[in-house]
């Protein structure tokens, strides 16, 4: 273990690596002509909230390992001067994982070899203390920290033990038993790296650093520190998750400096138009060059520009795609309606279905009770 670093030597964490290269394929249709991070959630691309809170923590240099529709990333957010940030552009041409992701973008890096360095995943919400995690990377002397946090029903989760000062002792596989769940602890998806840590990551072939890197980091004797941190944290793969995280953006218990608008139970884009009668709670969004009609009702969704809900609509936890129709008196629980939709009046869809870019309901096609 390393000597810890007192105040003079330590070092302020200046600069990330974010992944942004995966296909987002539970996410479809909304990622079919969008990369997951820059589907919009409260009224921005994903991403910038991201990078928005990177840069409330002292951080001004971001690599962005992109590679599904990377040519979308640059043209949006150039060199990251608007945000106060500069911004690097890294594609893979083949999928390399996490860990090769990281290793492909580690030559734009400017940081000496025991600086640190911040990679986070670009799917997770999260409130995070980033400033945190760092003081616990310098104050531990490790070579990899990690954010964790705890979750109630972790059989989904790879699990993460630690010892009584945080320091991981185990990289556990989802468990099947009860036996099995030895700690309620899951990697969270942020890191600080030892820079010189990331440039032992093989190059030129895919690398997941939860199931290859740490396990290796720490069965050769590695520190690998844990901070748990128990605040607001989402992964946001899922349809479901995705509008829940922007409602929650909305509403304020998701926190990012990037909000465009005040917190509350609605967000209106400009150039959107919203029926004075219409009734927009639990942190619906209404995107840019939207409709919503007389006398519709939408709770805790998300409606993508240009998207048109005609009277008497009810929407309920659903997203409505970039200039999809959602017909009068159509309900909507649950529903993903992709771009260009066109879903007729006096339809019923509910939990979970997901209607694809482009499609057509016509008028009561599809109902989960009687017509009458």
């Known amino acids: 273990m390393r000597p810890e670093p007192n105040?003079?030597?330590?070092?302020?964490?200046?600069?990330?690596?974010?992944l942004v290269g995966g296909k987002g394929t539970r996410l479809r249709p909304l990622t079919v002509n969008t990369p997951k991070p820059m589907v919009p959630a409260a009224g921005v691309p994903f991403l910038t909230h991201q990078l928005?809170?990177?840069?409330?923590?002292?951080v001004d240099h971001i690599v962005l390992a992109t590679s599904y529709l990377?040519?979308?990333?640059?043209?949006?957010?150039?060199?990251?001067?608007?945000?106060?940030?500069?911004?690097?552009?890294?594609?893979?041409?083949?999928?390399?994982?996490?860990?090769?992701?990281?290793?492909?973008?580690?030559?734009h890096l400017r940081s000496g070899p025991d600086d640190p360095v911040l990679v986070f995943n670009g799917d997770i919400l999260t409130g995070l203390d980033?400033?945190?995690?760092?003081?616990?990377?310098?104050?531990?002397?490790?070579?990899?920290?990690?954010?964790l946090t705890r979750v109630e029903d972790?059989?989904?989760?790879g699990l993460v033990p630690t010892d009584a000062t945080g320091r991981v002792t185990a990289f556990l596989e989802k468990p099947q038993t009860p036996e099995e769940i030895v700690?309620?602890?899951i990697n969270a998806g942020a890191y600080v790296f030892r820079r010189s840590v990331i440039d032992t990551i093989p190059t030129g072939r895919p690398v997941s650093v939860e199931r290859e890197t740490f396990p290796e980091l720490l069965s050769g004797g590695a520190h690998l520190q844990g901070m748990v941190d128990s605040t607001y944290w989402l992964d946001l793969g899922t349809p479901q998750a995705f509008v829940r995280g922007s409602a929650d953006l909305v509403l304020g218990r998701a926190p990012s400096p990037a909000v465009p608008g005040r917190c509350g139970d609605r967000l209106v884009l400009e150039t959107a138009e919203v029926a004075a009668d219409a009734k927009l709670t639990g942190g619906t969004v209404v995107g840019p060059g939207a409709v919503v009609g007389a006398g519709a009702r939408i709770s805790g969704s998300t409606v993508l520009a240009d998207a048109v809900i005609a009277p008497g609509a009810v929407i309920t936890d659903s997203l409505i795609g970039a200039g999809a129709r959602i017909g009068a008196r159509t309900v909507l629980t649950g529903a993903v309606i992709g771009d260009g939709a066109?879903?007729?009046?006096?339809?019923?869809?509910?939990?979970?279905?997901?209607?694809?870019?482009?499609?057509?309901?016509?008028?009561?096609?599809?109902r989960f009770s009687s017509d009458q």
């Open 7 to 18: 105040r003079k030597q330590r070092r302020q964490v200046t600069e990330a690596i974010l």
């Open 52 to 58: 928005a809170r990177a840069r409330a923590a002292g």
């Open 342 to 366: 066109d879903v007729g009046p006096d339809n019923e869809l509910r939990d979970g279905i997901r209607v694809w870019c482009g499609a057509t309901l016509p008028q009561g096609a599809v």
């Open 154 to 157: 972790p059989r989904a989760f």
């Open 70 to 107: 990377a040519e979308v990333f640059e043209p949006y957010f150039g060199d990251g001067s608007a945000l106060g940030l500069s911004i690097e552009y890294v594609t893979e041409t083949d999928p390399l994982g996490t860990g090769g992701a990281i290793r492909n973008a580690a030559s």
């Open 183 to 185: 700690t309620d602890q």
């Open 130 to 147: 980033i400033r945190a995690l760092l003081a616990t990377h310098e104050s531990s002397g490790a070579d990899v920290s990690l954010h």
